[in-house]
């Protein structure tokens, strides 16, 4: 039963346009979303969350949107990098829980 | 500077062989979790601790997978016997307090041949 899912496994975008990056979750107990980054051979690294009680954070050139009625999240990188190329992981967790519980992952490839 | 630290970064074995893989989380941070990364599930939840004590190892085969603390510094994951399915990639994490991030190790490389 995969809670939070990321339909797209790959995603190529030019270099300087927008990444959006979606995913989907069923369990509405959950309260706070994250996106992870990760590179080949490293573990994944913390890029931007945001709590249930807002539907936008931006930070510098990543946005995550948070649409509760859809049980919808985008992840938004404006504009794209080279060093962007990665796979993203959206998680989830419940209120007062600490337990994250990811998606699939999707490979995002920047192109010059 | 503060990290997740684990060892071994690769291990190679015989089916068969007991594996034990080794966490010392971020000082300070008193959850860890235990995850396994595949292809087709991604990032999935094998354990977690808090405070030491085990909180859920519902994803975790009970029958050769072991995960315990031995103290605030050290956590371990063991798989006895090992068979060719448990070769993955597993990542230990800790964190501080709920609706915060989880800081990643580099994780363990695991063939099991």
Redesign the interface.
């Known amino acids: 039963d995969q809670q939070v899912k990321q339909n797209s496994p790959s995603l190529s975008v030019q270099e300087g346009r927008i990444s959006i990056l979606n995913c989907d979750y069923t369990n509405s107990m959950f309260d706070y979303f994250l996106w992870y980054k990760k590179y080949p051979a490293e573990g994944p690294t913390f890029l931007i969350s945001i709590s249930s009680i807002k539907d936008k954070n931006e930070d510098g050139r990543f946005t995550v949107f948070l649409n509760k009625s859809a049980k919808h999240l985008s992840l938004h990188i404006v504009p794209s990098q080279p060093g962007d190329s990665a796979v993203y992981f959206c998680a989830a967790s419940m209120q007062g829980a600490q337990k994250l519980v990811f998606g699939q992952g999707t490979r995002l490839t920047i192109n010059p | 500077d503060a990290r997740?630290t684990q060892t071994p970064r690769h291990k190679v074995t015989e089916m068969g062989q007991e594996v034990t893989m080794r966490c010392q989380p971020i000082l300070g941070h008193n959850?860890v979790?235990w995850?396994r990364q595949t292809m087709?599930?991604?990032?999935?939840?094998l354990a977690?601790f808090?405070n030491r004590a085990p909180?859920?190892d519902s994803g975790m085969p009970k029958d050769r997978f072991s995960a315990e603390m031995p103290d605030a510094t050290l956590a371990t994951l063991k798989i006895q016997p090992s068979e060719p399915r448990d070769s993955a990639v597993y990542?230990c994490?800790s964190?501080s307090?709920?609706?915060?991030?989880?800081?990643?190790?580099?994780?363990t490389r695991l063939t099991v041949v």
Do not use: H, I, K, W
């Open positions: 997740v959850t979790f995850y087709m599930q991604g990032l999935e939840l977690y808090r909180l859920d990542f994490a964190g307090r709920p609706n915060t991030e989880a800081f990643f190790g580099q994780g």
